[in-house]
């Protein structure tokens, strides 16, 4: 199994998190490459001019993708690292507590409303600006799982254990302390996605899950372009013929012992991770999804 297979089985395997990175990395690396190539045939595209969110409503007109996309796009290498770092980390707290469509529907949901904030904001001190990037659903997630669970510890490299609601914090007094800064707009956003996720937590312990909106539009998306089977035309009158046994017994312990040796896979997977399987046992899990 090459690298490239490798990278396929571990998307196909992993969770939403891992799915989400994956997402944010390949158009970190279009908005990179694909300028580069284009260029050696004389065609000068900015990518970023095209998925970045615009301080001017108007540009929603011709880009409404923006509200969205802007929060899978990056400005350069360290912005991309600080903020996949910062999502790898709040989403296996996060997901120590709810589901991965709580996840992506917070995430996405954050994302519009950090979004908006800044663009409400922008406008209102007529000023004009575009931003990228994922940090206001990052800080989301981050401030959900820290209001659900604020004294939880946490061990940090170099720093030791300390209490999760002492890491949202400094991160939220760096966001305001830079404020008046160069990139304002990214910090409302960062504020503005925090205070989103404060909210989206306090809804829940209320009953009212706000990621089902995520839910129930992709289900119906995903529904509307299913083909329903036809129905066959039913007979009212059959003849009824004693059904003939068939022996199909060595196909059914065949499969059943592929099965077994799937689920222990899964399960070494489970406890030790990707990385702990062997090569052979990599190539038959890669074998076995085709």
Known sequence: MNILDDLKMQYKLGGIVNKLIYWNVACFLISF????ILRIFNVDLNVLQYVSLSSNPSDLLWKPWSLI???FFHFDFFHI??????LNFASQLFLTFFTQKQF???YLLAAVFGGAVFMGTYYLM????PIVGASAAIMAILMAVTSYQPLMEVRLLLIGRVKLWHITAVLLI????QLRLENMGGHISHLAGALFGFVYIKALQNGTDMSL????VISFFANGFRTTPSTPFKKVHKNYNKPVE?????RIVTKDKTQQQIDEILDKISQSGYDSLTKEEKDFLFKSGK
């Open 246 to 250: 068939k022996r199909t017994t060595s």
């Open 174 to 177: 760096l966001d305001l302390m």
């Open 104 to 106: 992506l529907g917070l």
């Open 126 to 129: 007529n000023m004009d600006a």
């Open 81 to 86: 690292l600080f903020n996949m770092l910062v």
């Open 69 to 71: 996309s802007y929060a």
């Open 213 to 216: 909106i995520v839910t129930n």
């Open 33 to 36: 490459v694909l300028p580069g």
